[in-house]
């Protein structure tokens, strides 16, 4: 019994030192410019992708899967570094995001179609985003809060505890709720609040899911999908407005939201459910084919495939 005691103790003391020690880290990288977090960023991805073999596995494997009949070997090994250095950008990004200030967000991230968010507003039962693990998906959430939009994100929070409480410190700070996606019920129940309230809760529909979800299309192969968003709207009558953040050239990012999805419902819920995913999973499709190196190819997206029928 001491021994597990003391095994516990060393455990928790070397958990807080490491936790601790990227604390200060992250505190020091602050001081560095922009452009030099890049570097710095790009070149811990493409070490940290050398070193956790199955990760770049994973990566190259899908992108083989998706492009290995459309494109060269060449082609695809580009989009693989073009992506991790993305990767790399986007986590020194979020690390130092305190750092970014209303002049950042005015005059280095513009938004194209705000009229469709406005729309979907007037009608006063919130909004559904609906995006993905893509582009500068960080700086979207940022810019509508400085904008003054209610905004809150349903996310899967990190097993480490200390870097689920750096999720909830920060958010606090910054004026930003993160919603927890487990309870599902207690998700589901603090999501339709916002709602309520007509606030936007911001949705990504491209993780695998573990247990249950909807096999609909994605890139040839049948994933299994949450329907979380469609049950939101069935509770809420929110609409489901689509809306990605581009990462552009010299650090400028666009947002692109489209109009609400056209849902169906024939009063067939198995057909509708099944019909409206598709829709919502092929519109994230447009987006990565469009801007292939902006998605998370790093996800299992493929782990539960099922050959299209």
Same mark, same amino acid.
């Given at each position: 019994?001491?021994?597990?005691?003391?095994?516990?103790?060393?455990?928790?003391?070397?958990?807080?030192?490491?936790? @601790?020690l990227?604390?200060?880290?992250?505190?020091?990288?602050?001081?560095?410019?922009?452009?030099?977090?890049?570097?710095?960023?790009?070149?811990?991805?493409?070490?940290?992708?050398?070193?956790?073999?199955?990760?770049?596995?994973?990566?190259?494997?899908?992108?083989?899967?998706? !492009?290995?009949?459309?494109?060269?070997?060449?082609?695809?090994?580009?989009?693989?570094?073009?992506?991790?250095?993305?990767?790399?950008k986007?986590?020194?990004?979020?690390?130092?995001i305190?750092?970014?200030?209303?002049?950042?967000?005015?005059?280095?991230?513009?938004?194209?179609?705000?009229?469709?968010?406005?729309?979907?507003?007037?009608?006063?039962?919130?909004?559904?985003?609906?995006?993905?693990?893509?582009?500068? !998906?960080?700086f979207?959430?940022?810019?509508?809060?400085h904008?003054?939009?209610p905004?809150?994100?349903?996310?899967?929070?990190?097993?480490?505890?200390?870097?689920?409480?750096?999720y909830?410190?920060?958010s606090?700070?910054?004026?930003?709720?993160?919603?927890?996606?487990?309870?599902?019920?207690?998700?589901?129940?603090?999501s339709?609040k916002?709602?309520?309230r007509?606030?936007?809760?911001?949705?990504?529909?491209?993780l695998? @899911?573990?247990?249950?979800? @909807?096999?609909?299309?994605?890139?040839?192969?049948?994933?299994?999908?949450?329907?979380?968003?469609?049950?939101?709207?069935?509770?809420?009558?929110?609409?489901?407005?689509?809306?990605?953040? @581009?990462?552009?050239?010299?650090?400028?990012?666009t947002?692109?939201?489209?109009?609400?999805?056209?849902?169906e419902?024939?009063?067939?819920?198995?057909?509708?459910?099944?019909?409206?995913?598709t829709?919502?999973?092929?519109?994230?499709?447009?987006?990565v084919?469009?801007?292939?190196?902006?998605?998370?190819?790093?996800?299992?997206?493929?782990?539960?495939?099922?050959?299209?029928?």
């Amino acid at each position: 019994m001491g021994k597990r005691s003391v095994k516990k103790s060393d455990k928790w003391h070397y958990s807080r030192t490491v936790w @601790v020690l990227i604390r200060i880290f992250i505190s020091l990288l602050r001081i560095f410019p922009l452009r030099f977090l890049y570097v710095i960023g790009q070149g811990m991805t493409h070490v940290a992708f050398r070193v956790l073999r199955r990760r770049r596995e994973t990566t190259l494997k899908n992108l083989n899967l998706v !492009f290995g009949k459309e494109k060269s070997q060449d082609e695809i090994l580009q989009i693989y570094r073009s992506t991790i250095h993305n990767i790399g950008k986007l986590v020194m990004e979020c690390v130092t995001i305190s750092r970014f200030n209303d002049s950042f967000y005015e005059k280095m991230v513009r938004i194209e179609g705000l009229e469709n968010l406005n729309d979907a507003l007037s009608l006063g039962r919130g909004v559904i985003l609906l995006s993905a693990h893509f582009g500068s !998906f960080h700086f979207l959430w940022f810019k509508l809060i400085h904008m003054g939009y209610p905004l809150s994100a349903i996310a899967r929070y990190p097993r480490q505890k200390g870097l689920a409480r750096y999720y909830d410190s920060e958010s606090e700070k910054l004026g930003f709720t993160l919603i927890r996606d487990k309870p599902r019920r207690t998700c589901i129940e603090q999501s339709l609040k916002w709602l309520k309230r007509n606030g936007i809760v911001f949705v990504m529909l491209d993780l695998n @899911v573990r247990k249950g979800g @909807v096999y609909v299309d994605f890139f040839g192969k049948m994933v299994p999908t949450f329907k979380g968003p469609l049950l939101l709207n069935a509770e809420s009558g929110a609409p489901i407005v689509p809306m990605f953040a @581009v990462r552009e050239d010299k650090g400028k990012h666009t947002i692109l939201i489209d109009r609400p999805i056209e849902l169906e419902q024939s009063g067939d819920s198995d057909r509708d459910v099944f019909l409206n995913l598709t829709k919502m999973s092929k519109i994230i499709e447009s987006y990565v084919r469009q801007y292939p190196d902006q998605w998370w190819w790093v996800h299992q997206r493929w782990r539960k495939a099922k050959p299209k029928e």
